[in-house]
């Protein structure tokens, strides 16, 4: 587990960047704690920060082929490099390291692009070849690493991280208003975008060719996952074929050279994964974090589990002060980021980190085997769907759920605005419509001006409708999620708060063939008579206490709706609504306003959105952050500088960095 960052040129004559390469490698220097290494070719510069888990001495990175003219940078780990590199070896390739790193630039040879085919991981990584002077950046099948790019017509620029993206001068700084408004709708930025016009984040499945020659750039998706649901297995088939591939990913994941431990919430997913990989002998660590609010504490059933499995337990509660990492998560994030659970993600990763380096989680369970709540209300919506004949859905329904007043406040069921209007809309619309945390007219109301004007009938939710690719409907929401919460928002939250404290988080449940093989199995097997994930209950059985295997699911949620009414009511009137607020040429404060007093008067629950224009004023503090001779840029350690100054009512856009000295002294990175 590491970052990477590097540079492409198309002049090969170019000479090399060593101190730019530096700014874009000290930017993400906190993946990489154990070490750094940076190699230059013509016109290439490629670096890398190390967070030691396999081959601990000989795991150096950049790493080279035999005669080097193949060097890697890579970030994650491959479960299945010693076949591979067996294979390899069968084939005449030889092996100075033993680490999985080397395994990639062996397998590039044997298979250029089709390589990442055989992988078996997760992982982001550039491969240059300098003899075909081709550079290749791949990005794992579910997104679980990260990797940025930016492109024109002199630089490719990737990294990581988008601030190591951003430590290079030539990226633009000029925030995207599609963004923003995909940011209200989410509570993060889906897809290929970012929050900056022209920087791209590498979708998962994906890999880009650049042939530096040419300059010449071809992306392609190497895998998307098919659900086919298999009606020839019985129950008592299905049963045995995914308790066994369960057992097998969690053994899989758990390769390292160093200790690994597990995040325990308490719920289904984390514990399972406890009970199997408890199996390997010694007593494992494992972490939880909690809350004094009873309501979203599961401390006790995390205890209880680990009790049961006599594992090495470590827990702490977070408090409503925690609530000032914000600024800090705002540098981790690098984009504005909505999701209030990276807090206590964070705090138990910073626990974590004290004991070990590698963690496994249980993400993923509630997409491979149907756990989510909301896949079970929108299933029975689905089902009334089908009892109204379309054209009267969207006429009188719609018409209904237009008149119908917000009860934001009840039950999810007794919200019938929410109901009609998913009724009116057909499958993919409705789910895109569940997903949205500021739907419409609210967030056009939250939007400044200056944003709506340059939307230009932007359309946020079409990547979650055309993510919907399904006639089953729970696999239809299912393939939404993976598409749009998943990889940009639950796997990035883990990402950056792991990465922040020096911890690899390993996801076993997002493994792809476990992933595959959930895909076949039947809806009906997934969620049935009501009970999410029926199926993994079905297996807990045998392995998990009563208690724990039938309490109804709980997120790892922070009560937002106290503590806007509490501790972060004059965070909120500083950094939104005060009259320099740096955030506010990109939204309504009017507006923000009646929404922060409709909650405070309790004639709301506009927790969510409140944290949503929060996150975003902290993040806009930190980019865009209003001064009194104009704004500025304030990324981390000097690698972006203060703008010219400029009238505070100015568009605000983040300034650009010092020009690096292009041909300075070679600074030592240890360079290969």
């Known amino acids: 587990m590491c970052g990477i960052a590097g540079y492409l040129h198309s002049d090969r004559q170019q000479p090399s960047h060593p101190q730019l390469l530096r700014q874009m490698s000290d930017a993400i220097a906190h993946r990489g704690p154990d070490g750094c290494g940076a190699w230059f070719g013509d016109g290439v510069g490629l670096a890398h920060r190390r967070l030691s888990i396999i081959d601990l001495e000989g795991g150096r990175q950049p790493l080279g082929n035999e005669d080097d003219s193949i060097q890697v940078v890579f970030n994650g780990e491959i479960y299945n490099y010693r076949e591979l590199r067996h294979d390899l070896e069968q084939r005449g390739h030889l092996f100075r390291t033993h680490s999985d790193t080397e395994v990639l630039v062996h397998l590039y040879e044997e298979h250029g692009g089709e390589m990442v085919t055989r992988l078996r991981g997760m992982f982001a990584f550039a491969i240059w070849d300098s003899r075909r002077r081709r550079m290749l950046l791949a990005r794992d099948r579910i997104g679980i690493k990260p990797l940025y790019f930016f492109h024109n017509h002199e630089w490719l620029v990737f990294g990581s991280e988008l601030k190591a993206v951003l430590a290079h001068p030539s990226v633009p700084r000029d925030v995207s208003a599609p963004a923003i408004d995909d940011y209200f709708t989410y509570g993060m930025i889906p897809g290929a975008s970012t929050i900056f016009r022209g920087v791209e984040k590498l979708l998962p499945g994906h890999i880009v060719s650049v042939d530096a020659d040419r300059w010449s750039f071809s992306t392609k998706r190497y895998w998307q996952l098919e659900f086919a649901p298999d009606e020839s297995l019985s129950l008592s088939d299905w049963r045995e074929a995914v308790s066994s591939k369960l057992r097998e990913t969690v053994q899989a994941h758990l390769i390292a050279d160093v200790p690994v431990g597990a995040f325990l919430s308490g719920g289904l997913d984390s514990s399972m994964i406890v009970a199997d990989a408890s199996r390997v002998g010694q007593p494992m660590h494992t972490f939880s974090m909690g809350f004094h609010e009873a309501a979203f504490n599961e401390l006790p059933h995390a205890r209880a589990v680990a009790e049961h499995f006599g594992t090495q337990h470590h827990e702490e509660l977070v408090t409503p002060d925690a609530a000032s990492l914000l600024t800090q998560l705002t540098e981790f994030y690098d984009e504005p980021f909505a999701d209030s659970s990276a807090i206590p993600t964070f705090l138990v990763s910073q626990l974590a980190a004290r004991h070990v380096k590698v963690v496994l989680s249980g993400d993923g369970g509630d997409e491979a085997l149907g756990g989510y709540a909301r896949y079970q209300h929108d299933l029975k919506e689905a089902s009334l769907r089908t009892l109204v004949p379309r054209c009267l859905r969207r006429s009188l329904l719609s018409a209904l759920a237009k008149l119908w007043p917000r009860t934001d406040w009840l039950p999810r069921p007794l919200r019938l605005k929410s109901a009609l209007t998913n009724l ?78 020096g911890l690899e988080v390993r996801p076993p449940l997002l493994d792809h063939e476990f992933l595959e093989l959930c895909a076949r199995l039947p809806s009906r097997f997934k969620i049935r008579d009501g009970e999410t994930k029926w199926l993994l209950r079905e297996l807990s059985r045998e392995v998990l206490p ?19 009414r509490g501790p972060l009511r004059s965070m909120f009137a500083d950094l939104v609504l005060s009259s320099n607020s740096a955030v506010t040429n990109l939204i309504n404060p009017r507006e923000a306003r009646r929404v922060f007093d409709a909650h405070q008067r309790g004639t709301a629950l506009n927790g969510t959105t409140l944290w949503t224009l929060l996150s975003l004023a902290a993040w806009a503090e930190r980019y865009l952050g209003v001064f009194e001779s104009g704004y500025k840029s304030t990324y981390a350690e000097g690698v972006l500088q203060q703008s010219p100054g400029s009238p505070s009512n100015a568009r605000r856009t983040l300034g650009q960095p010092p020009t690096p000295d292009l041909n300075p002294e070679r600074v030592p990175l240890e360079v290969s």
């Open 424 to 501: 009116s809309l057909d499958a993919d619309a409705a789910y895109a419509n569940t997903l949205t945390i500021c739907r419409q007219p609210m967030r056009s109301r939250l939007l400044s001006m200056d944003v709506l004007n340059e939307l230009r009938g932007h359309d946020s939710q079409r990547i979650a409708r055309e993510g919907f690719r399904s006639d089953d409907p729970l696999s239809g929401m299912i393939a939404a999620d993976m598409a749009t919460l998943l990889p940009d928002d639950y796997l990035v939250k883990v990402d950056r708060a792991s990465m922040a404290n």
């Open 546 to 564: 009563d208690s724990i295997r039938n309490r109804p699911k709980q997120g790892f949620e922070v009560p937002l709706d106290t503590w806007f």
